[in-house]
């Protein structure tokens, strides 16, 4: 059956899964005169492909079902959106099914024929738990993530596990690739929090020196150490009541790893020098684009302090698994660039944009906003042409070109180079060339070169134009 929708920005999304036609209708008629947009699909397969392009708030799946049951696509949905709510309804429901299913985390489980306030009770349930990870179309409620430019699911997925998370105060490791973003997503996160109004304070654990990390973390009293002319208030006191984010924590020294743990244990610092632990209450994200497992596993991380950072995980895309967003985040860029250049810059060339959506992106996000902005420096028109996209990807062109131009263009550059070499002395370039004078001088014309010119002469001061073939000077 094909499947069928209804598109409203004010209506709850709902994904209906039934390989039965009427019951299909059945349900889609119900949601939808309570008030929610429907998509209707007849079998799993076409469900996971529906929620590559859009994230519905719940899903109301048959288990029995061709090809992929349901069971099976509740599966699939979880290991790929995570706390989705999915509703299994199935006419052979045993008590044993019914227990499987609610102990693998499905949100209901209802057996056909259903009463109709019996499901609609179950949606309206499912459907308060999954509010919070919605992302909203107010202004307000996009406010928390404005920084973020994204319209691909991938992200979404992302954000809305970020949303539901920022709610509480558990620690969320960010895992990512350079350029990826994560700093933003900590952000976010904190914008979205109830500290929101409290500091955010990032530091890059692999940008500051071993010897001063301590202290730029801690703290330090005055003497403490030589230059220690003042108290000083770590990174951890000045985040109190907010959000500290640690970058990079993977690239932590181990000595720093057992004081920081210690830290997090106790919700104290000491800054170094002090006698006395000051209490702190800040709520720790951190980020890393290393394989900490790896690092673990070879002694370079502290398994203890791994556990206390990564109650949750959130990991972000690289660039090219969400090339979808390279048009919006280039305009995005373009935008803000153009006025920090102060150029009036209207968007990309189609070829242009081309170019951007199907590079490699080794250095993500970070890479991109670097090829824009290198090329809004050098913009001199208002659409932004291929050729300077491809210098800043640093492209190599390779132009193909028809036999005769590529001829011509030839013929010109080595009769310009032997100009420039001779000072524009016909005689002795035509000789170098193994030419007559004659020959020579309609090669000449042919491609317009005034030998003159090469002579910082005008025009009319050249060799007195064509000569008489002089056989003997020429042989």
Same mark, same amino acid.
């Given at each position: 059956m094909p499947s069928t929708a209804t598109n409203s920005d004010t209506k709850t999304p709902?994904?209906?899964?039934?390989?039965?036609?009427?019951?299909?209708?059945?349900?889609?008629?119900?949601?939808?005169?309570?008030?929610?947009?429907?998509?209707?699909?007849a079998s799993a397969e076409e469900a996971l492909a529906r929620l590559e392009l859009a994230r519905p708030r719940l899903v109301l799946s048959d288990v029995r079902l061709p090809g992929m049951d349901g069971l099976k696509l509740y599966d699939a949905i979880q290991a790929r959106y995570p706390g989705l709510p999915v509703i299994l309804l199935t006419a052979h429901g045993t008590i044993p099914d019914a227990v499987d299913a609610t102990m693998r985390g499905v949100f209901s489980y209802l057996t056909k024929p259903f009463d109709g306030q019996e499901l609609m009770a179950a949606v309206d349930r499912a459907l308060a738990v999954s509010a919070a990870a919605t992302p909203r179309t107010s202004e307000a409620g996009e406010a928390w993530r404005a920084e973020i430019v994204s319209r691909s699911a991938v992200m979404d997925e992302v954000l809305a596990e970020a949303r539901l998370v920022a709610a509480g105060d558990a620690s969320v490791l960010i895992r990512g690739e350079s350029g990826s973003g994560k700093e933003l997503l900590a952000n976010a996160i904190h914008r979205a929090s109830p500290r929101a109004k409290g500091p955010f304070v990032a530091v890059n654990c692999s940008a500051i020196p071993e010897a001063l990390l301590e202290s730029e973390l801690f703290g330090h009293v005055k003497g403490a150490f030589t230059g220690a002319v003042a108290n000083h208030r770590g990174l951890f006191q000045s985040a109190d009541g907010g959000t500290l984010f640690l970058d990079e924590i993977g690239d932590m020294p181990p000595t720093l790893q057992v004081k920081l743990l210690r830290v997090l244990q106790e919700r104290q610092v000491r800054p170094v020098g002090a006698q006395q632990s000051v209490p702190?209450?800040?709520?720790?994200?951190?980020?890393?684009?290393?394989?900490? *497992? @790896? !690092?673990?596993? #070879?002694?370079?991380? &502290?398994?203890?302090? /791994?556990?206390? $950072?990564?109650?949750?995980? +959130? =990991?972000?895309?690289?660039?090219?698994?969400?090339?979808?967003?390279?048009?919006?985040?280039?305009?995005?860029?373009?935008?803000?660039?153009?006025?920090?250049?102060?150029?009036?810059?209207?968007?990309?060339?189609?070829?242009?944009?081309?170019?951007?959506?199907?590079?490699?992106?080794?250095?993500?996000?970070?890479?991109?906003?670097?090829?824009?902005?290198?090329?809004?420096?050098?913009?001199?028109?208002?659409?932004?042409?291929?050729?300077?996209?491809?210098?800043?990807?640093?492209?190599?062109?390779?132009?193909?070109?028809?036999?005769?131009?590529?001829?011509?263009?030839?013929?010109?550059?080595?009769?310009?180079?032997?100009?420039?070499?001779?000072?524009?002395?016909?005689? *002795? @370039? !035509?000789?170098? #060339?193994?030419?007559? &004078?004659?020959?020579? /001088?309609?090669? $000449?014309?042919?491609?317009? +070169? =005034?030998?003159?010119?090469?002579?910082?002469?005008?025009?009319?001061?050249?060799?007195?134009?064509?000569?008489?073939?002089?056989?003997?000077?020429?042989?």
């Open positions: 709902i994904l209906v899964v039934d390989d039965d036609p009427d019951l299909l209708r059945l349900l889609s008629l119900r949601l939808s005169a309570a008030g929610h947009a429907v998509t209707a699909v702190v209450d800040v709520r720790i994200l951190s980020a890393t684009h290393r394989d900490l *497992d @790896a !690092a673990m596993a #070879a002694g370079e991380f &502290r398994e203890d302090l /791994y556990y206390r $950072l990564n109650v949750v995980t +959130l =990991t972000l895309p690289t660039l090219a698994e969400r090339r979808e967003d390279i048009p919006l985040l280039a305009q995005h860029f373009l935008q803000r660039l153009a006025a920090k250049y102060q150029k009036r810059l209207n968007g990309f060339a189609p070829d242009a944009l081309s170019a951007l959506s199907t590079a490699a992106w080794p250095g993500n996000v970070r890479q991109l906003h670097n090829v824009v902005e290198q090329v809004c420096a050098l913009a001199t028109a208002p659409l932004i042409p291929l050729s300077l996209v491809q210098r800043a990807l640093r492209v190599p062109t390779v132009e193909v070109l028809p036999f005769a131009e590529a001829k011509r263009r030839f013929e010109h550059d080595y009769l310009v180079g032997l100009l420039k070499l001779t000072d524009g002395q016909v005689a *002795d @370039a !035509a000789r170098l #060339a193994e030419r007559n &004078r004659t020959e020579f /001088y309609r090669l $000449l014309q042919k491609h317009g +070169l =005034t030998p003159g010119l090469f002579r910082g002469e005008s025009p009319d001061g050249d060799e007195g134009g064509a000569p008489v073939a002089d056989e003997r000077q020429d042989k």
